[in-house]
């Protein structure tokens, strides 16, 4: 097999990956954004500022047990 094979089939899982947080983003833009509790929003007059800890905390966790969940079953 051709060493390029690999990283093709890399690109194209990257790509759609890319192509999912996109489209999650465009959705999230229409709903106002917030997906949890525990983001930090702050709005002022000609400032805005959202922090989303929360959000980022759980897709942590939820990315590592997926992780774990293929790293055990390619044993």
Do not use: H, Q
């Amino acid at each position: 097999m051709s060493p390029l094979v690999p990283l093709g089939k890399f690109v194209i899982l990257a790509g759609g990956c890319l192509v999912a947080v996109g489209v999650v983003m465009m959705l999230l833009g229409r709903v106002g954004g917030r997906l949890l509790p525990g983001d930090i929003v702050i709005e002022r007059p000609g400032f805005s500022f959202y922090f989303p800890i929360g959000t980022s905390i759980a897709l942590s966790i939820l990315l590592t047990l997926i992780l774990l969940l293929i790293n055990l079953l390619r044993r």
